[in-house]
C-alpha cells in the first residue's frame, strides 16, 4: 500500500537534514558564520516566526540563554503589533519557512534599516531572503503542506547557528552526522508501530503534550500537528503550568504527551507522568527509557543532547498525527482553510 505523502514526508527527513547539514556547512557556510557574528556581539537577540517557525526557535532561545546571551523568541503578529519598540537595540532573527508570511513582511518592513536583520528560511527567493542583512538558506527538502521536514530542518539551521555562535560549529557538525543514522532507525520503527497508537488515540479526548526548556518547542509543534494534520483539538504546554492548576482536568479520559530527554528537568518530568498515571490518565512519555520510571508506557529515544532532543522527539508526534488523521477519515496533509503561505492578517480569502 503506498504511504500517503505526509509518511513519506516523515521518511525523508534524515535525507532532509543531510542536506540542511551540506548546506549550513558547505555553500552557506559564510553566510552561517556572518550572521554567528553578528549574535555574538549583540546587547540582545530577538527570535521571531510564527506558527512551526516560532516553535522551532524555542530551543535556540534555550541554548543562546544557557550561555548567558540575553535572548528572547517573540510570536512575529506580537512583535509586530505590541513589542518591537522594546527591542531596538537587538539583533532580530526573523524565521519563516516560506519567507512571505504576512506578519513577517510587514516586520520587515518596520524594522529594515533601524537594526540588524538575520532571516532563516527555506525559499531563498523570498521577501526575507532577499531583504534581510543576512540570509541564511536552510536548504532541507520541501514538505507537501505540513511542516515535517522544513520543521526538522530550521530546527537544526537554528541549532548549528548557535553553535557557530558559541564557536563550537566544528563540533556539532561532527555530532548532528553520527546521530543521523538513529533518526532513520527511530522513524522506521514508529512507521512500522503505526498502528499502535489506536488505543491511545480512541474516545477521541484531546491530547495533552507537556514540556520544558527545548521540549516545550516540541510540546507547541506537536498539538500543531494534530491540528493541521487531523483537525483534532490538542493543547502544547509547560509541563511546569499543568501542574499549576490544568492538572485538575486529569481522569480516566486523559490522555497526555510527556517529553523527557536527558537534561536537568528529566526527573521532573517523569515525576509529572508518573503522578499523572496516578491519576488514571493515559500517558505516554517520549525519551530514553529510564529503568528507574516504572509503571509507565514510553516511545524511547535514543540519548542524545538535549538541544538535539527535539530533531527525535517530534517523529512519534508527526506518526500519531498521521495515524488519528487516518482514523478520522482525513485525507492526510490536506488543508481546509489555511493557504499554504498566510498572505493575510484579517481574512482567510474565502
Known amino acids: 500500500m503506498k504511504l500517503p505523502q505526509l509518511a513519506e514526508d516523515i521518511q525523508a527527513q534524515p535525507a532532509s537534514l543531510a542536506c540542511v547539514l551540506q548546506q549550513q556547512c558547505g555553500k552557506g557556510h559564510v553566510e552561517l558564520l556572518h550572521a554567528a557574528s553578528l549574535l555574538r556581539s549583540a546587547n540582545r537577540v ?95 527538502l520541501p514538505d507537501e503542506m505540513v511542516a515535517i521536514q522544513s520543521y526538522t530542518g530550521t530546527l537544526l539551521t537554528l541549532h548549528l547557528l548557535g553553535m557557530a555562535v558559541l564557536e563550537e560549529l566544528g563540533a556539532a557538525e561532527k555530532e548532528v552526522e553520527a546521530i543521523l543514522p538513529g533518526l532513520s532507525s527511530l522513524i522506521a520503527i514508529n512507521l512500522d508501530e503505526l498502528l499502535g497508537w489506536d488505543p491511545f488515540l480512541e474516545g477521541g479526548a484531546p491530547v495533552h503534550l507537556l514540556g520544558r526548556g527545548p521540549s516545550y518547542g516540541s510540546a507547541l509543534e506537536g498539538a500543531l500537528l494534530f491540528q493541521e494534520t487531523a483537525k483534532a483539538p490538542a493543547i502544547g504546554m509547560s509541563a511546569a503550568t499543568f501542574r499549576h492548576g490544568p492538572v485538575e482536568i486529569v481522569d480516566q479520559g486523559f490522555r497526555g504527551l510527556i517529553f523527557a530527554p536527558q537534561g536537568c528537568t528529566c ?23 529510564n529503568a528507574d520510571a516504572s509503571g509507565l508506557e514510553w516511545f524511547s529515544m535514543p540519548s542524545v543532547p538535549e538541544m538535539l532532543a527535539p530533531l527525535f522527539e517530534i517523529v512519534p508526534v508527526q506518526v500519531a498525527a498521521l495515524r488519528l488523521a487516518q482514523l478520522k477519515g482525513m485525507t492526510v496533509g490536506s488543508f481546509r482553510y489555511t493557504p499554504r503561505v498566510t498572505r493575510d492578517e484579517a481574512t482567510f480569502g474565502c
Do not use: W
Not at 543562546?64 to 540575553?70: E, K, P, T
Not at 526527573?267 to 527509557?289: K, M
Open 46 to 140: 530577538v527570535i521571531t516566526g510564527i506558527g512551526a517557525s516560532m516553535f522551532a526557535s524555542i530551543p535556540l532561545e534555550n541554548l543562546l540563554c544557557s550561555h548567558g546571551i540575553d535572548a528572547v523568541a517573540i510570536e512575529a503578529a506580537e512583535l509586530l503589533h505590541y513589542r518591537s519598540k522594546a527591542y531596538r537595540d537587538a539583533v532580530v532573527i526573523m524565521v519563516s519557512r516560506s519567507g512571505e508570511s504576512i506578519e513577517i513582511v510587514k516586520l520587515l518592513s518596520t524594522l529594515k534599516g533601524c537594526l540588524p536583520i538575520i532571516g532563516v528560511t527555506n525559499d531563498a527567493a523570498s521577501t526575507l531572503a532577499r531583504e534581510v542583512d543576512v540570509s541564511l538558506h536552510a536548504g532541507s
Open 267 to 289: 526527573d521532573l518530568n517523569l515525576a509529572l507522568a508518573q503522578d499523572l498515571v496516578r491519576f488514571g490518565g493515559r500517558v505516554r512519555v517520549i525519551g530514553p527509557q
